[in-house]
């Protein structure tokens, strides 16, 4: 569904990439995720797929065309949710979406359906202006299923939403890509990125440095993990130190001997620290 | 019919902002003004120049009562120093073009001042020369009204003819016309021979009255100026709210988007031309003409406005270079007032024809070739300027 080829982008063509000469590939069915810390180039990488910025080197194809050329009828495959919500104020949610419909060359969605599913019913005649950030958040995410698409770009689907409307918003991704939908996902927040994707990609300063599935990431970096809580000085303190690691090692047997320890036990690790190991910087 | 809908949405839109009340307020203002501030008077041709073509003891036969009740009195004579020129005329009867050359000269002319016998006011002052040319020559490098008067006796000595051919010096010198007018001042002399004559009645149509005069100026504000200015608004509201990168992953274009923006503009400014148009002029004029050349010089302009904002990425931006433009782009208007300043690139600023274009519409549509090929032109113009526009905001719009 897209192949991407030493793909590097410069915004202001000064030298400086946003993304640097990066190259994956997501299989039709696939849910794909982009995880890394804000500023790290997904949404430029986006932008470049979906051919809101202009390509300037490597070689893209998405959903079977490339992306140099200018081909609109692409979009009628193409579902595009952004990570700052872009809708029409003036219009209500219902002629928000129902003028959006009109723009594809195949069959759309049922706008009032559509609100419905992210919790905005009641809200159909409420013109968009007076929505909540969320709300305008869900919308823009409603309005990228319009067209039934294939392939499906997703910028931070659940950033800023509250936990329950993010559950849900969870939920309709789950359904639509266990139905066949390509999923290309970015986020920051690991554990959307853990339960929704079939692969992830980190990315870090516009480079990837891994590509790989959860599954995988875990067996490999899990089990390998303790997380001790101790107190010191009358505070509750927590760390996770490596199993392998020798200066962990021997930090842990420190805090035994000099600390009051509370609870000690290995754990699974989290994508989050699968990749503050491997990149040596969090998410956050 | 993505066109159709996005049209039906900006409407939408447009209808729930301000810009489109402001520019009916607006229109709503003028057309007070227009009706209740300014009045119906006609304008003083304060200067002609006329040629009779008669002898002298028939033109002192006709004129001596008009001396004498002292509605003309005769002034000391005057030189007027001009310039050599060009001048092309097209015969409106024939279609013949004639081509004149003149030299720098000083002509001689005799002044009479004709005063209104019932308010004794200064009504105007005729040059009378000696020649067709110097009536020619005069009447365009001073920019104002010449004719030639023609009388004749037959042999009861009746007047038996008269009747002017007459010139407005203030048109374009390309599309300047001989019209065979009919001398509408003497409406009993014109009935009785026009039978005999080999005229054309072409009825009131030279003069605009003070306050239909006014209306070129205000459609060609409204049309134009305020088109430039609101179609990039519009365009920044949008950017604004980033739904220009919604629009940008549809199979729908670009071109579709910007075109619809400014319908939306032709729909604004169809409405408040007509708000001004109708109370002043009634059925004057021809308003499918009008229509017309509102749509495609208003295409136009819409057109450099989006050219324009595609060199900026916001509204405050974007502002300065507006104004500047729409500042420059007013420059005709005072030519329209001061028939005097008229030098030669004024008449490339396309709210120059625009002026004149208007004008002639109202007048009664006598010089239709005129509309015709400058609405040819503003489509023309503006097509490319838009692709242009097209061009440059696909790069900058979206990102
Ligand atoms: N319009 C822009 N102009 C210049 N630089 C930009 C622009 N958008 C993003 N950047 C820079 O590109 C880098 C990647 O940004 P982005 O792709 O938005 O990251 P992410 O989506 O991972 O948070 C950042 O350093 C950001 O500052
Ligand atoms: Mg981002």
Redesign the pocket.
């Known amino acids: 569904m897209i192949s991407v080829k030493n793909l590097s982008h410069s ?2 063509n000064d030298g400086i990439l ?1 993304i640097n000469n990066i190259s994956f590939d997501v299989a039709k069915g696939e849910t794909f995720g982009f995880l ?1 810390p ?7 990488t986006q932008g470049i797929l979906t051919g809101l910025l202009k390509q300037q080197t490597g070689k893209v194809s998405v959903a079977g065309y490339d992306t140099m050329k200018v081909q609109n009828e692409r979009f009628n495959k193409i579902g595009v949710s952004f ?1 700052q919500s872009n809708v029409y104020s003036k219009l209500t949610a219902r002629e928000n979406l129902k003028f959006y419909a009109k723009l594809f060359d195949v069959p759309t969605r049922d706008p009032d359906e559509l609100i419905r599913l992210v919790g905005l019913e009641g809200k159909e005649k409420v013109r968009a202006g007076e929505f909540s950030k969320g709300m305008k958040h869900r919308l823009t995410f409603a309005r990228s299923m319009i067209n039934n698409p294939e392939l499906w770009f997703l910028d931070e689907p659940t950033t800023g939403l509250d936990p329950t409307i993010a559950a849900t918003i969870k939920d309709i991704i789950r359904e639509r890509t266990a139905s066949g939908t390509t999923c290309f996902l ?1 986020t920051h927040n690991m554990y959307i990125a853990d339960e929704l994707c079939d692969r992830v990609a980190f990315i870090i300063d516009g480079e990837i440095v891994l590509i790989d599935t959860p599954k995988k990431l875990k067996l490999q970096y899990g089990q390998k993990l303790a997380e001790i809580e101790y107190f010191k000085d009358g505070k509750l303190i927590t760390e996770t130190l490596k199993t392998i690691d020798n200066a962990d090692k021997s930090r842990i047997a420190d805090i035994i001997k000099n600390y009051d320890v509370q609870t000690m036990h290995t754990k699974e690790a989290t994508l989050e620290e699968i990749f503050i190991q491997v990149t040596g910087r969090g998410l956050a | 019919m993505k066109l159709l809908s996005n049209y039906i949405k900006e409407m939408k839109i447009a209808a729930r902002g301000f810009y489109f009340y402001i520019e009916i307020v607006i229109a709503v203002i003028i057309v007070s003004i227009l009706l209740f501030a300014i009045s119906e008077e006609s304008v003083s041709r304060e200067k002609e120049f006329l040629f009779y073509e008669a002898e002298q003891e028939l033109y002192d036969y006709i004129m001596d009562p008009y001396f004498k009740d002292g509605r003309l009195v005769r002034k000391e004579s005057v030189g007027f120093k001009v310039k050599a020129m060009d001048i092309e005329v097209v015969d409106q009867e024939t279609g013949e073009i004639i081509s004149h050359h003149f030299d720098e000269n000083t002509i001689a002319a005799e002044t009479i001042e004709q005063y209104d016998t019932k308010t004794g006011k200064l009504d105007k002052t005729i040059y009378k020369v000696n020649s067709y040319e110097d009536m020619l020559h005069l009447s365009y490098s001073e920019q104002s009204f010449g004719a030639v008067v023609k009388y004749e006796l037959d042999e009861n000595y009746k007047i038996i003819d008269s009747y002017k051919y007459y010139i407005q010096g203030y048109e374009t010198e390309r599309f300047m016309n001989i019209l065979y007018v009919l001398y509408n001042e003497n409406p009993e002399v014109l009935k009785e021979y026009s039978d005999k004559q080999n005229v054309r009645v072409l009825g009131d149509m030279e003069k605009l009255n003070n306050r239909e005069s006014m209306v070129p100026i205000f459609l060609t504000f409204l049309g134009s100026i305020m088109g430039i200015v609101i179609v990039v608004a519009y365009l920044f509201l949008d950017k604004n709210e980033r739904v220009i990168k919604s629009f940008a992953v549809t199979p729908a274009s670009i071109n579709s988007y910007l075109f619809s923006k400014i319908m939306v503009i032709l729909t604004t400014v169809t409405i408040s031309s007509v708000i001004i148009t109708i109370p002043v002029m009634g059925t004057k004029p021809d308003y499918l003409q009008l229509l017309l050349f509102l749509y495609m010089s208003t295409f136009a302009m819409s057109a450099i406005g989006l050219f324009l904002s595609s060199f900026f990425d916001n509204m405050t931006n974007a502002f300065g270079a507006l104004f500047g433009v729409v500042l420059i782009l007013l420059l005709p208007m005072f030519s329209y007032f001061i028939p005097s300043f008229d030098p030669l690139w004024l008449r490339f600023f396309p709210t120059y024809s625009m002026l004149q274009g208007y004008k002639t519409i109202l007048l009664g549509g006598i010089e239709l070739r005129y509309v015709l090929l400058y609405s040819f032109i503003y489509l023309i113009g503006g097509i490319i300027i838009f692709a242009l526009a097209n061009v440059r905001l696909r790069k900058t719009l979206t ?1």
């Open positions: 915004y202001n946003a890394g804000s500023g790290s180039g997904k949404s430029t990570e970015t | 990102v």
